[in-house]
């Protein structure tokens, strides 16, 4: 899994935008005005920052303590900071980018929210 397929799934999606508000060398996958996967490297390894249901969080964690870690410069409740180095199967990090797009479509006020259509992998 690395950067560049994550942002190919992301731009698949209803209303997805790609955009770099933070580094050129960090892009950002952003449904309407809010950000839903941030792209970056932790500890010198590819890593993707999503966000997530505090509790699923919690056993991701667990589960993955390696692997899944506190939201690096983020709500650490909320955000995943999920490393790219092959322990998590690509299902479960597709899985994880759709649960963060869903968990910012459900916030976006209305006028941003996207027509929900079928979404397909």
């Given at each position: 899994?690395?950067?560049?397929?994550?942002?190919e799934q992301?731009?698949a999606?209803p209303g997805?935008?790609?955009?770099?508000?933070f580094?050129?060398?960090?892009?950002?996958?952003f449904v309407?005005?809010?950000m839903?996967a941030l792209?970056?490297?932790?500890?010198?390894?590819?890593s993707?920052?999503l966000?997530?249901?505090?509790?699923t969080?919690?056993?991701?964690r667990?589960s993955h303590?390696?692997?899944?870690l506190?939201?690096y410069?983020?709500?650490?409740?909320h955000?995943n900071t999920?490393?790219l180095?092959?322990?998590?199967?690509?299902g479960?990090i597709l899985?994880?980018?759709d649960?963060?797009?869903?968990?910012v479509?459900?916030?976006?006020?209305?006028?941003?929210r996207?027509?929900m259509?079928?979404e397909?992998?």
């Amino acid at each position: 899994m690395n950067h560049a397929y994550l942002i190919e799934q992301g731009l698949a999606k209803p209303g997805v935008t790609l955009r770099y508000p933070f580094d050129p060398a960090m892009p950002v996958l952003f449904v309407g005005s809010k950000m839903f996967a941030l792209l970056s490297t932790h500890g010198g390894r590819p890593s993707a920052n999503l966000k997530g249901d505090p509790e699923t969080n919690w056993l991701l964690r667990e589960s993955h303590p390696d692997t899944v870690l506190p939201g690096y410069h983020m709500n650490k409740r909320h955000w995943n900071t999920v490393v790219l180095d092959g322990s998590l199967s690509e299902g479960e990090i597709l899985d994880m980018l759709d649960e963060s797009y869903r968990l910012v479509c459900r916030n976006l006020p209305k006028a941003e929210r996207p027509p929900m259509q079928q979404e397909s992998r």
